[in-house]
């Protein structure tokens, strides 16, 4: 067992309440997996969203990447922390008394490595320890740890101990050691434990930090965090990018929460409390004791950071694809009171809903995630939909006078992509979004203004966010992308206008690198943007194969049920754009993305590539519009006039370019 000579000083009750024998066989609803850095950064920084998965049925993995030692510890105390992580994951699982579940012990082969895993007796959790060294090289803070040394220097190789320490007089006999770069190394273990575990949802810590590991402080506020922890989500994406895998993904602040509102309700306050007490136990870096072994042991929690870490809990205000890590995403749509404009703070985590008239809504409370959706129905009625970082999905409506009416939380599925919200042609709004199971799903009024139906399934399956548009015939338009990172596109429609049933909708085979956008020409007939691969991939090879932007349009407007033929053609922006967002002018396309400031497009290792600027093309000419903070979206102004929109993380505003007298505007406030 790990840590075989400390165990024994621990105690052997101890660990024969920890360690049993092999776990029965699973049953899982989906799985969860989370990369962190330390034994309690799950429990401290995502624990309320794993709570709510656990309660649906999932089962979850948790991948610890260091042993938490520090020079000045013993061994004795990594061992502890490891089984106080147990303990507080069995108490979220629901143990009366947590201390007395017994868990069993492997050592599964992770491209020769050797990590140690733990199951819980019912196998739906399970902890996996990779055990690289957590010394600081320095005296602390503002120096480098093995994790990130050797993210750093792809020379270094950080030694790690998943079963504890070695034998006297066999100093090597129990170390293993990790490199980023080589044949066999940290990256591939962590593709390798991604790709066996084939999790629903990936749950990583914060990657965007980008202060120098020697400028690195405890507790500075934001783009600071301990090292391990940013390291860790850059491994983990580095990682993926070896896997053609559908799944979702979420990362999660860490120190800089500290500095930021409490945003937990009581009770998941509470929750959260209960849970870390009974690691902190086990920890003796806080002061922790109980009564009895079913009474949750009482802390006195640091207050300047676990004290607040455990009323509080953010997230990445990113998209679902985790190539929009780098920027703050907002929805829009336009209507006849104005451009209508909602995204999710980048440090609160609320719903924001702005417009360039009246109708402002103060900020929706709670935990917001991925891009809103803005629809226009009959009589002006506006529609709001976002997605949650416990994947529920929040409907905040106008009545028909303009006033707000209060939230609806639907919680009745597992949303994991950004909402896509559409009119029915009778009127009645309609909300696309892909849950859990990559099935994406269709939800409706049940009459204008009235109650909503259930989630109903369209028959679709894919990766990323979908679109939705109507057809001439006034049928909705359902696509999704059938891949990760890049894949087929899928589209199915109603088989009659304002129906729940959808059929398949013939179209040419594509490889897309990106989320299909769909529009309409002036003639009401769909046009379908993607942004295709030219020649055959390597993903070895940087320099090539390039990409372009296509747009396919219906030859006449026809029902799409009724086998429509395409057109197609390349606009040459043979350049790699992120968020791409789309629009119609004259009934000629527009594109913008987010751009590098190279222009040159590489799909290798696309996690770490940076797309500061904001390009247009309209015409046939490429205008960069210079560096900008949050991903565009077009709308429109009550004008002819196309408009882009795009939110500041630097100061919250959202700011506007107008294409008028041949040229984009400078951005300004909206």
């Known amino acids: 067992m790990r840590y075989t000579s400390i165990a024994l000083i621990v105690g052997t009750a101890l660990c024969r309440d920890v360690l049993a024998s092999t776990p029965i066989a699973p049953v899982c609803t989906y799985k969860v997996q989370a990369i962190v850095a330390h034994q309690d950064d799950d429990l401290f920084f995502m624990q309320t969203d794993l709570q709510r998965h656990l309660e649906r049925g999932a089962c979850a993995e948790v991948v610890y990447l260091t042993n938490g030692k520090l020079a000045s510890d013993t061994w004795d105390y990594s061992a502890r922390r490891d089984i106080g992580a147990l303990t507080a994951w069995s108490s ?7 201390e007395s579940i017994k868990w069993s012990q492997d050592r599964p082969d992770v491209i020769g490595y050797k990590p140690v895993r733990y199951t819980h007796p019912d196998g739906r959790l399970t902890h996996i320890h990779l055990g690289i060294d957590d010394a600081w090289e320095g005296s602390g803070w503002g120096s480098h740890t093995p994790l ?17 320490p070695a034998a006297p007089g066999a100093a090597e006999s129990n170390v293993e050691r990790y490199r980023v770069k080589g044949p066999r ?37 934001e783009n600071n965090d301990h090292p391990d922890r940013a390291v860790g989500a850059k491994l983990a994406l580095r990682g993926m990018s070896y896997l053609y895998m559908s799944h979702a993904t979420q990362f999660y602040v860490g120190d800089p929460g500290a500095a930021r509102a409490a945003n937990l ?27 009895s072994a079913s009474a949750p042991p009482s802390c006195s929690w640091p207050p300047e950071a676990e004290g607040k870490w ?9 998209g ?17 009171g104005g451009a209508i404009v909602a995204y999710v703070g980048s440090v609160d985590n609320k719903l924001h809903v702005r417009s360039t008239v009246a109708r402002r809504l103060a900020p929706v409370e709670g935990r917001f995630a991925g ?3 803005v629809a226009v129905g009959r009589d002006a009625r506006l529609a709001v939909f976002a997605r949650t970082a416990q994947n529920d999905l929040v409907h905040v409506a106008t009545n028909s006078d303009g006033g707000w009416l209060p939230t609806v939380t639907w919680r009745d599925s597992v949303i994991v992509s950004s909402p896509q919200a559409i009119a029915n042609s009778d009127g009645r709004l309609a909300v696309v979004a892909r849950a859990v199971d990559k099935s994406v799903l269709y939800r409706a009024e049940a009459g204008v203004g009235g109650a909503w139906g259930s989630w109903l399934p369209t028959g679709l399956k894919g990766a990323g966010d979908p679109a939705v548009v109507k057809d001439a015939t006034g049928a909705l338009a359902v696509a999704v992308r059938d891949g990760m990172f890049h894949g087929p596109l899928r589209i199915r429609s109603q088989v009659l206008p304002g129906q729940a049933a959808f059929s398949d909708v013939e179209f040419p085979e594509t490889w897309s690198l990106v989320d299909p956008i769909m529009l309409n020409g002036a003639d009401g007939g769909v046009i379908v943007v993607t942004k295709e691969m030219l020649g055959v991939h390597n993903p070895m090879d940087p320099t090539g194969p390039v990409g372009d932007f296509k747009i396919y349009r219906q030859s006449s407007p026809v029902a799409l049920s009724a086998s429509p033929k395409w057109t197609q053609v390349g606009l040459g922006i043979k350049e790699n754009w992120i968020n791409v967002t789309a629009t119609m002018a004259q009934d000629k396309v527009i594109v913008a993305g987010n751009c590098g400031a190279g222009k040159a497009f590489a799909y ?3 996690y770490e590539q940076s797309f500061p600027n904001l390009c247009v093309w309209k015409d046939g000419v490429i205008t960069d519009l210079g560096p900008v903070d949050g991903v565009a979206k077009f709308v429109s102004d009550d004008g002819a006039d196309p408009m882009l929109v795009v939110r500041s993380e630097r100061d919250a505003s959202v700011l506007a370019s107008k294409f008028k007298d041949g040229a984009w505007s400078a951005f300004s406030a909206l």
């Open 148 to 164: 990130s040394r050797a993210y750093s220097d792809t020379s270094y190789a950080a030694p790690a101990y998943p079963a504890g």
């Open 604 to 606: 290798v290792n696309p």
């Open 265 to 291: 309700t009581s009770a998941e306050s509470d929750m959260k409390t209960r849970v870390a007490a009974w690691y902190g136990k086990y920890d003796s870096k806080y002061q922790c004791s109980s009564a």
């Open 310 to 318: 455990l009323k509080a809990q953010y997230i990445l205000a990113r």
């Open 320 to 336: 679902a694809e985790p190539l929009s890590r780098q920027i703050a995403p907002i929805g829009a749509a336009g209507s006849k």
């Open 92 to 98: 979220m699982a629901g143990a009366p008394a947590p």
């Open 371 to 373: 891009v809103p959706a």
């Open 185 to 221: 190394n940290l990256v591939h273990a962590l593709a390798q434990l991604i790709f066996k575990y084939q999790p629903d949802i990936l749950y990583l810590q914060d990657p965007s930090i980008t202060t120098a590991v020697e400028k690195l402080c405890w507790l500075c506020g």
